[in-house]
């Protein structure tokens, strides 16, 4: 179970592309691509260092204007989509 205390590791490199404000992310070993913009945009860039879901969620909270549950909610999505490629580790801590 994902809480505000768990810390977000990223394992493995992509092949990242800005295009016009969204990034396409590439997995060579899969050959699978990925379209992010938004708010996802700015959780992947987020992840270049280990960080936790809360700071996650008040960055995003920062920038966007939303309210807290459900900043949580699509936070915790997206990590369990980028968790079920493959893409990041979750540490309970």
């Not at 990034?23 to 945009?41: C, E, P, R």
């Not at 920062?62 to 979750?90: A, H, K, P, R, W």
Request: hydrophobic share 40%; charged share 25%; glycine share 6%.
């Amino acid at each position: 179970m994902m809480s505000e205390n768990t810390k977000v590791h990223l394992i493995k490199q992509l092949d990242v592309t800005d295009l016009s404000g969204e990034k396409v992310m590439i997995d060579f070993s899969t050959g699978k691509y990925f379209l992010l913009k938004g708010s996802a945009n700015d959780i992947w860039d987020m992840l270049s260092n280990d960080i936790t879901v809360s700071e996650i969620k008040n960055s995003l909270m920062e920038i966007y204007d939303v309210d807290e549950d459900t900043c949580m909610t699509s936070v915790q999505g997206f990590l369990s989509q980028m968790q079920q490629n493959g893409f990041i580790e979750l540490q309970n801590c």
